[in-house]
């Protein structure tokens, strides 16, 4: 079994085995309870550690990938009962329930892509020394530790605040709720972007709040016809992604957030940035944020796409007077964010271990796009924009008949995201949300070489 580990990688070679081995399992016909090589062969036939193999395998054990078996070695485990279909935001619930399958559509990096050690230090860190987190409530604005190592992370960005403007959440999506929940009334008018976030739109429906849309170009929002909706509706506010939009992967280009921010100040829009990629970009950009924190603009972000999305920590940046309002809803709402998960985030922000995991991840997301962009040009496939960054390629195949591509994706063990769930009107598209962490995967390989259009179709 060769596994191809790169040395000269930043991403430390036990997650390398992990990846290499769950990529190995992923491409089928490996059947449950088969036996893989003995972590001795497998250390051998790859110049390896054999206990950095062994810590691999107890990962993916850990995991419910592979099985123990008592003096020879790990197996390949059988799918748990009851584990319930896949989910993810933007998944079409109509696909048939099947766990195994390639999440080529998800919205954040998968697990094989999750690295636990940093984590599980800080984690046993905080529990060993801070009772507080262990068993207490945070403060209405957040844990201050992590509220000053926010601060830190918007210096880079030229976002310039203090702390009395940062209210930690249980993740963007969270913070989102308090904005509109607190700011918004049923039969309000918003600008959204189309296409956009899923989970916002199914947000602003439950509270009755009316959605216009805006189309969303390579550059961000039409501006024209941006313009043409606040001189038309006089919308209350406009929700807009900044860098690595999703699902296109889209940035805003700096004349373009200038002619946004202006526009919505001429017409008193409250703008609401999600930025919850901001940590996988790097390099020059705008941000509307960066362009002034006051009344008219309120910044988004989160830890949970880069770090974990089950220790879910997001922050809103806003005036001070709105930070106050969103606190008092939150109190209200959920007796405020965990502790616990904001201590282990403040640990892990001081000891620069998040600085250097985002670090890894952008190596790694870069090659792979690069990689995955080539196999969709390969495959014919029509491509929004190009995105340089971010973990999103918004795509389509250019076969006539879209149920046919479907039918490729469930035919090689691939979930696509639904059509009609980036929609905020819920019209279908045949273009695809295609997740680059998944993308090099030799299923996704497979799927899109078969929609090739002069390759003949197998059913």
């Known amino acids: 079994?060769?596994?191809?580990?790169?040395?000269?990688?930043?991403?430390?070679?036990?997650?390398?085995?992990?990846?290499?081995?769950?990529?190995?399992?992923?491409?089928?016909?490996?059947?449950?309870?088969?036996?893989?090589?003995?972590?001795?062969?497998?250390?051998?036939?790859?110049?390896?550690?054999?206990?950095?193999?062994?810590?691999?395998?107890?990962?993916?054990?850990?995991q419910g990938v592979l099985a123990p078996r008592q003096g020879t070695g790990f197996m390949v485990a059988h799918p748990a009962q009851g584990q319930g279909c896949p989910w993810f935001e933007g998944a079409d619930v109509t696909q048939e329930c099947e766990t195994g399958k390639l999440q080529l559509g998800c919205g954040s990096l998968p697990e094989s892509w999750r690295e636990t050690d940093d984590l599980s230090y800080a984690i046993r860190q905080v529990s060993r020394t801070d009772m507080a987190a262990m068993f207490s409530y945070s403060t209405?604005?957040?844990?201050?530790?992590?509220?000053e190592q926010i601060l830190k992370r918007l210096q880079p960005f030229d976002i310039e605040v203090d702390e009395r403007r940062i209210m930690t959440t249980s993740g963007a999506t969270h913070g989102l709720d308090l904005i509109v929940r607190t700011l918004l009334k049923p039969g309000d008018c918003v600008v959204v972007e189309s296409p956009g976030y899923s989970l916002l739109f199914d947000l602003l429906r439950l509270n009755g709040v009316t959605m216009i849309e805006v189309p969303r170009t390579p550059r961000g929002p039409d501006t024209q016809a941006l313009e043409a909706l606040l001189l038309t509706y006089r919308p209350r506010a406009l929700f807009i992604?900044?860098?690595?939009?999703?699902?296109?992967?889209?940035?805003?280009a700096p004349a373009v957030a200038q002619q946004v921010l202006q526009l919505t100040r001429d017409h008193g829009v409250l703008v609401i940035e999600d930025d919850v990629f901001a940590d996988l970009h790097r390099g020059p950009g705008t941000r509307l944020a960066a362009l002034g924190i006051d009344d008219n603009v309120i910044y988004v972000g989160s830890y949970s796409k880069t770090l974990s999305s089950s220790l879910r920590v997001g922050f809103v940046v806003a005036s001070v007077a709105v930070v106050s309002r969103l606190a008092e809803v939150k109190m209200t709402s959920s007796m405020g964010a965990s502790r616990f998960c904001e201590s282990v985030l403040a640990c892990l922000l001081a000891s620069g271990a998040y600085r250097k995991l985002v670090q890894r991840q952008r190596q790694r997301l870069n090659t792979d796009r690069e990689a995955a962009l080539q196999i969709l040009e390969d495959a014919d496939w029509e491509v929004f924009g190009k995105p340089v960054g971010g973990l999103f390629i918004w795509a389509r195949s250019r076969m006539s008949d879209y149920a046919q591509v479907r039918t490729q994706a469930r035919r090689f063990g691939v979930l696509l995201s639904s059509a009609t769930a980036f929609n905020p009107g819920g019209e279908a598209t045949d273009w695809q949300r295609i997740n680059v962490a998944c993308a090099c995967d030799p299923r996704a390989r497979a799927f899109f070489q078969a929609t090739t259009l002069n390759r003949p179709q197998a059913f």
């Open 1 to 62: 079994m060769e596994l191809r580990i790169d040395r000269q990688a930043l991403v430390p070679v036990v997650q390398q085995i992990v990846d290499a081995l769950t990529g190995w399992l992923g491409q089928g016909g490996v059947l449950p309870g088969t036996r893989l090589p003995s972590a001795r062969q497998i250390a051998r036939v790859n110049l390896l550690s054999q206990s950095c193999v062994i810590e691999a395998c107890e990962r993916l054990v850990a």
């Open 140 to 147: 209405p604005l957040g844990l201050p530790a992590l509220r």
């Open 241 to 252: 992604n900044s860098f690595y939009h999703n699902p296109t992967g889209s940035s805003l």
